[in-house]
């Protein structure tokens, strides 16, 4: 079946560093999407990518698709004590609606 | 996006009792879907509840431990059934809302069993 790999596992930031977390398929993804937990919280949807090499910022986070379709990033800059939480990719096969999620990056923001 | 309530929001249940949460949505989805979510873990897809028709299950997931309901486009039920210590767990319902693929999420049921 569909594996979706995340890396890292956990992530621990200074208030003001960047960092980037990474989803990598085994297969060809039709799309990919970025989903953000609060701790206690429920997944929120944050953005969907569809085209090869796609970009797109919301902010101070910045997503990008590979230009296999098989890779994604998630990069947020100048970390905030509100980007707390654990931040999930999700894939889609072609001519599939189930997301395949990946195992989460939890990041903890040291003030 | 849509409003979606999920009741209860937790139980405390005994080994080998059941358990039915339901989902409600505030408009008509297209469809309806359960996940268990194990404590600092990922999001596993139990099913997709379809409306009029048995749910489809995932692989390791069968109806006669969860059985669901979708009798409308608003409102789904999962039974958790014959529980043991294993099913503690969250259990969230989610839903797709148009033709895009973005799924929206549920409070989620917090479910220990003892």
């Known amino acids: 079946g569909q594996q979706v790999m995340q890396i890292p596992q956990y992530q621990h930031v200074q208030e003001g560093e960047d960092f980037t977390t990474y989803c990598n398929s085994s297969?060809?993804?039709?799309?990919i999407q970025w989903y953000k937990q609060r701790p206690g919280g429920h997944p929120v949807f944050l953005i969907q990518l569809v085209k090869s090499g796609e970009v797109k910022k919301q902010k101070r986070l910045t997503f990008q698709f590979g230009e296999a379709k098989k890779n994604s990033s998630l990069h947020i800059t100048a970390t905030q004590t509100t980007d707390v939480g654990t931040y999930f990719c999700a894939g889609i096969r072609s001519n599939d609606y189930k997301l395949s999620f990946g195992a989460g990056t939890t990041v903890t923001v040291r003030a | 996006s849509a409003v979606i309530s999920q009741k209860p929001s937790r139980d405390i249940c005994q080994r080998g009792t059941s358990l039915t949460i339901q989902c409600q949505v505030d408009?008509?989805?297209?469809?309806m879907f359960w996940y268990r979510q194990q404590p600092g873990q990922s999001l596993t897809l139990i099913a997709t509840?379809?409306?009029?028709?048995?749910?489809?299950?995932e692989s390791g997931f069968v109806i006669d431990k969860f059985p669901i309901s979708r009798p409308n486009l608003t409102f789904s039920t999962l039974t958790v059934s014959n529980m043991s210590p294993e099913d503690s767990s969250i259990y969230l319902c989610?839903?797709?809302?148009?033709?895009?693929?973005?799924?929206?999420f549920g409070p989620g049921t917090r479910l220990t069993v003892t």
């Open positions: 408009s008509q989805v297209t469809m």
């Open positions: 509840a379809n409306q009029g028709s048995e749910a489809t299950y």
């Open positions: 989610s839903v797709k809302t148009g033709p895009t693929y973005e799924q929206y």
């Open positions: 297969t060809t993804l039709s799309n």
